[in-house]
């Protein structure tokens, strides 16, 4: 993340401390983060520098002025003043971070080679939970590729119980293995 995308999601934490406002903001910020991925022309609008900042300012407010917190609107009316709104994702991704880091909420990500259900869930957060002082939040996708078990990081561990690991392993032992003897 650039110092600038840091300096305004730590401003604009600081308000919402203030304010007493995280939990909201942050919904907010999510929706709107999710948005700009999901949506190429808003994406490709916020970055258009032949668009002018009163126009995209308008388009935004008509996006979302009717379900977002006034202090997030006001955010998005100061950032797009600065002449921002292109960094608009990269600051809500660090304002997200700020405020798990403000929480201690450590994000756990875990790879499986099927989709979990709720038991594997909670085994899976447990283990997690032991790898961090944080409360976690779990972050999951699929790779088929893993063929069974699951990788799990959480900061810069990593628990790798996966099947393809397992059998990268058994080859490169026996790949060390030049010969067996007989005696």
């Known amino acids: 993340m650039s110092r600038i995308a840091q300096r305004y999601a730590k401003s604009l934490l600081e308000l919402c401390i203030e304010r007493k406002e995280i939990q909201g903001v942050n919904r907010d910020i999510k929706q709107i983060i999710a948005d700009i991925k999901a ?17 995209k300012l308008n388009v935004m407010s008509k996006i979302w002025q009717s379900q977002m917190q006034p202090t997030t609107m006001a955010f998005l009316n100061l950032v797009v003043n600065k002449g ?10 660090s ?6 880091i403000h929480e201690r909420i450590a994000v756990a ?16 957060v447990k283990e997690a939970s032991r790898m961090t002082p944080f409360q976690v939040e779990l972050k999951e996708s699929v790779d088929s ?8 990081r959480v900061g810069d561990k990593q628990l790798d119980a996966s099947v393809s690991s397992q059998i990268k392993n058994i080859k490169r032992q026996l790949s060390e293995n030049y010969f067996l003897s007989d005696n």
């Open 109 to 124: 990500e875990v790879v499986t080679a099927v989709p979990m259900n709720d038991e594997t869930r909670a085994s899976i």
């Open 95 to 100: 304002f997200v971070d700020a405020v798990r």
């Open 145 to 152: 590729a893993l063929i069974g078990g699951f990788v799990l």
């Open 39 to 55: 949506h190429k022309d808003l994406q490709s609008m916020l970055k258009s520098p032949v668009i002018k900042g009163d126009v």
């Open 84 to 93: 921002r709104e292109s960094m608009m994702r990269e600051i809500g991704e």
